[in-house]
Every structure is written in structure tokens, then in C-alpha cells.
């Protein structure tokens, strides 16, 4: 909605992303599709290659696109596709421990803020 918005004040936009079809769904001018886990839409956390290759599809699709256009990457998360079947996965064997986890997370943002610790 914003890039609609956005383009139709005259600003172009190329929204990069890693959920097609819900990205595809609105309609957007440009799209750069990574198949990647949803929250790494530019890539691999700390992977500078990948993040820049993705950062110059975009603008390369900003400035050569002459009408709506969806670009995809050749980028892959793993050398196979079974990332896919267990990315985020919660199952029997590891819900306690996941239920865990959050339990000591909600506690350590308790304590951080009662001691007046705020995200920046």
C-alpha cells in the first residue's frame, strides 16, 4: 500500500521481499523476490555479497523498468530446499524447549525494563 501510495505522488519504489505471494498480491510496481526465509528479504544475515547483489537488482530494476516487473534472484538459503519443512518449525520435539526460550526472554525484557533499559 505504501509503495502504491507512493507512486502515485510520482515517487518510484522496488520493494524487495521474500513472501511472493503476498507481495505479488498487491499489485506492486517492482518487486525484487528473494526465495528466502521470511525476515531476510536482502539475504543471509552478515552475508555483505548477497545483501549487495539484491540492494543492485532493485535499483537496476528501479531504473530499467519500463513497466511492472518482478525480478528473482538466484539466491539460495542452503544447498538444498529442506530449509523450507523446517525454518521456524514448531514440533513435538522442540516446543518445551521453545516455550522455554520465550519464558526467558519475556523475563529478561521484564528486568531490562525495570532497570530502565530501553531498545534504541
Known amino acids: 500500500m505504501t ?3 507512493l507512486e502515485e505522488s510520482g515517487v518510484a519504489t522496488v520493494v524487495i ?5 503476498i507481495v505479488t498480491h498487491c499489485g506492486v510496481p517492482r518487486f525484487v523476490y528473494n526465495d528466502l526465509p521470511l525476515g531476510n528479504p536482502l539475504g543471509r544475515p552478515w552475508d ?7 540492494l543492485d537488482a532493485a535499483l ?3 531504473v530499467d523498468a519500463k513497466s511492472p516487473a518482478v525480478d528473482t534472484t538466484r539466491h539460495a538459503w542452503s544447498t538444498d ?12 520435539e522442540n516446543r518445551e ?7 526467558e526472554n519475556r523475563r529478561q525484557r521484564m528486568a531490562d525494563k525495570a532497570a530502565g533499559l530501553k531498545r534504541d
Do not use: C
Open 3 to 5: 509503495a502504491r501510495a
Open 17 to 21: 521481499g521474500t513472501a511472493w505471494d
Open 48 to 54: 555483505l555479497n548477497m545483501q549487495s547483489q539484491t
Open 60 to 62: 537496476s530494476l528501479l
Open 81 to 92: 530446499e529442506q530449509w523450507k519443512s523446517t525454518y521456524m518449525a514448531v514440533n513435538d
Open 97 to 103: 524447549s521453545l516455550r522455554e526460550r520465550g519464558e
